[in-house]
């Protein structure tokens, strides 16, 4: 008899879906495709970024609640870990909530492919991020994922003691263009490894910090001086914000501690560049995801 | 891939001029003259060229980590931090993650002065214009077609040589509008753009997905003489048959802050396979900046 996860409609990874108040409902298929998936988050103030909105690696971490969790639904009995995640962001900026609509784009006997569309429903409907996501197709052994069809799930409440984004992810700054994840264990998706919307967050906050770091160092890629301030709280590295962001989940992160080791490639226009390599320290370093987060000027 | 006949003499890669060379068991080096048909409004060399420049680096070393399997692009993403100039621009990519079904490919996009390998050191460790990624869908069992019996083994220098382009590089795509508003185009499937498996070359269907960007762009009301900086590209399904027709939806513009300038545009586009029962077959977002303000893309 193997472990049976009895979801409800809720996401596997429910501690993160809760902390962004993440809804869910299903929309069934019209003429005998794939189910589509559609999510609503709030913009609550203790999650936003420099831009004034959601900040990106909340945003991803919504979806790839949504995108994931379409993907596993279309293969069941099987289920599914992200691979690739390629985001492009169009507003920094949103009054919320936001919604998030998942369609499939492609299943395959080993990998599915997810498009996602964000809008701010509170300005219009107005294009937030558009996102292609791809995910690996696994035999999910003795863990099954048993769901009541169409998956519908409330807004949870907001959290009487909210904490700030860094907080939630346990996110810290190490020196230079380092940054650190605890890997705790509500960061944890069904299979015991990191979510990858955490990975997200980390890219996020550590490519900020990175470009803070290289201009308090001369701008010579390294990232060796000093985050301005302590590159944390409402605005992360006061002024600058992701915006565009390509994670390739390489590895899973099961042991942690993870540290996210930046380099600035480049930029121009207010818009720098920066490659992310994630690693899990306590996995002997091995390289576990690889990123690049377009870092903007707010 | 420069191996059992590929490309045929008449083919875009020939008239490229892409020359190749393999540094490394795992590392690739691919090298292009930045020539005036080949480069965008700000003078840097077309980011959907540079897509096929890296497609190629990518695709070699995915050939050499794969072997004996076949494997297929499955992703690619180009993110410029600058115009590539020239006067010649190289790619120079890495395994970074070889799986039991994926394999991942990162490739920096730098300028150098000259060609061969000299050119390569001198440069050195110079910033790049760009970085990329790819992955490639590893089908384990599969040869490659190119390389007939043999596996798909390359030399470790090779060139493609052709009489060269006698226009801008778009010309050679023989694009037509398919709609009023811009951003739809046409593209024939034809032997010149084609991979060695038959289907259209990833490049040229970034290549396609750039221009019919910038179309929508235009046909949204913005200034003429963006340049696209960003690619993400998904491969869903091969572009066989043909035409190749595109579906865009300009998102409009990022951020509010004085560093985006407001000029940036973002847009998505859809290619279809219109002679393979109108099937989906790429999706690629784009980003781009405009030389001037931008008009409020569509909600």
């Known amino acids: 008899m193997g472990d049976v996860i009895r979801t409800d409609g809720v996401d596997p990874g429910r501690n993160v879906g809760e ?22 988050a709030p913009v609550d103030d203790h999650q936003r970024g420099a831009g004034g909105g959601l900040r990106t690696g909340g945003l991803l971490t919504s979806v790839d609640s949504i995108g994931g969790m379409l ?3 279309s293969v069941q009995p099987q289920w599914i870990v992200t691979t690739s995640m390629m985001a492009t962001v169009t507003r920094l900026s949103h009054r919320g909530p936001l919604r998030l609509h998942a369609r499939v784009l492609r299943r395959g006997r080993n990998a599915v492919v997810t498009g996602l569309d964000v809008v701010d429903e509170g300005n219009r409907d107005l294009p937030v991020a558009s996102v292609t996501m791809t995910s690996a197709v696994l035999d999910p052994g003795n863990m099954q994922h048993h769901f009541d069809r169409p998956i519908r799930s409330a807004m949870p409440p907001p959290s009487p003691n909210p904490q700030g984004i860094e907080e939630f992810f346990g996110i810290e700054a190490g020196a230079g263009a380092v940054t650190h994840l605890d890997l705790a264990d509500h960061l944890r998706n069904p299979w015991g490894i990191l979510h990858g919307g955490a990975v997200a967050t980390l890219a996020d906050v550590a490519a900020c910090r990175a470009v803070a770091a ?15 301030g302590d590159g944390r709280g409402r605005g992360g590295a006061g002024g600058l914000a992701a915006g565009d962001m390509v994670i390739h989940y390489l590895r899973p992160s099961r042991v942690g501690p993870v540290e996210a080791r930046c380099k600035v490639i480049g930029g121009q226009d207010g818009r720098t560049l920066v490659r992310v ?14 990123a690049s987060v377009a870092v903007v000027e707010v | 891939m420069g191996a059992a006949g590929y490309p045929p003499e008449r083919h875009l890669l020939s008239d490229l001029g892409i020359e190749a060379e393999s540094i490394a068991e795992s590392d690739t080096v691919a090298r292009i003259r930045a020539t005036p048909h080949i480069v965008a409004a700000d003078g840097g060399v077309r980011a959907g060229v540079l897509a096929t420049l890296v497609d190629l680096v990518g695709g070699s070393e995915a050939i050499r980590a794969a072997r004996p399997d076949r494997m ?36 920096g996009v730098f300028d150098v002065s000259g060609e061969g390998s000299q050119a390569t050191a001198d440069a050195g460790d110079a910033p790049p214009a760009a970085w990329a990624t790819m992955t490639f869908a590893i089908h384990a069992g599969n040869q490659s077609k190119a390389s007939g019996d043999e596996g798909p083994r390359l030399p470790a220098r090779w060139s493609f040589t052709g009489a ?23 593209m024939p499937v034809r032997e010149y753009l084609l991979n060695s498996f038959g289907a259209v070359q ?42 190749i027709v595109s579906r865009t939806r300009v998102l409009g513009t990022c951020g509010d ?33 405009s030389p001037g303000p931008p008009a409020e893309g569509p909600a």
């Open chain 2, 164 to 186: 060269g382009l006698e226009g801008p590089v778009v010309d050679a795509l023989s694009l037509s509008e398919t709609g009023a508003g811009g951003g739809e185009v046409s």
């Open chain 1, 277 to 290: 390599a994630v690693h899990d320290v306590g996995a002997d370093h091995r390289l576990v995801d690889l």
């Open chain 2, 257 to 289: 802050g004085p560093g985006t300038g407001g000029s940036r545009w973002n847009a998505v586009v859809e290619l279809f396979d219109e002679g393979d029962g109108g099937r989906l077959a790429t999706v690629i977002n784009v980003g781009a900046v």
């Open chain 1, 19 to 40: 902390y962004f108040r993440l809804q869910r409902w299903e929309i069934p298929p019209v003429n005998g495709g794939l189910s589509e998936l559609a999510g609503r």
């Open chain 2, 72 to 107: 297929v692009t499955a992703d690619l993403t180009l993110q410029m931090v600058r115009p590539a100039v020239g006067p010649f621009v190289e790619a120079r990519g890495r395994v970074v993650r070889r799986g039991r079904t994926t394999l991942v490919i990162e490739a």
């Open chain 1, 71 to 73: 993907a596993g639904l």
């Open chain 1, 214 to 228: 290289d201009r308090a160092g001369g701008g010579n890629g390294s990232g060796d001086g000093t985050a301005d």
């Open chain 2, 202 to 243: 990833g490049g040229v269907m970034a290549l396609l997905g750039e221009v019919a960007a910038l179309r929508a762009f235009e046909g949204a009301g913005g200034p003429g003489g963006a340049v696209v900086t960003d690619l993400q590209v998904a491969y869903l399904a091969t572009g066989r048959v043909g035409p």
